[in-house]
């Protein structure tokens, strides 16, 4: 069986696999939302994070029981403008 070490580079679907097998497009709203860590490497545009890096973020997250980030809740076909739901003026 392999060492694991902190210096071990881990790529995007490895990532997102050992987090819920969450989406790309989550992956980066939540470098937006809950300060997912920038890439330790990038080599030929693949981004890469050590170990290290993604043990200290899952036990210093802001919000620990996230595992899909919240979608906005979208504007009824029907209403338009206005509240989700509001029937049109």
């Given at each position: 069986m392999p060492v694991l070490l902190d210096d071990d580079l881990l790529t995007s679907a490895q990532i997102r696999a050992s987090i819920g097998n969450i989406s790309e497009m989550t992956l980066w709203r939540w470098s937006l939302s809950l300060g997912f860590p920038p890439p330790d490497k990038?080599?030929?545009?693949?981004?890469f994070w050590r170990r290290a890096t993604m043990k200290y973020w899952l036990a210093t997250r802001p919000d620990k029981?996230?595992?899909t980030a919240r979608r906005p809740q979208?504007?009824?076909?029907r209403g338009g403008r206005g509240e989700v739901g509001a029937p049109a003026a």
């Open positions: 990038i080599i030929n545009r693949r981004k029981g996230a595992e979208s504007r009824s076909r």
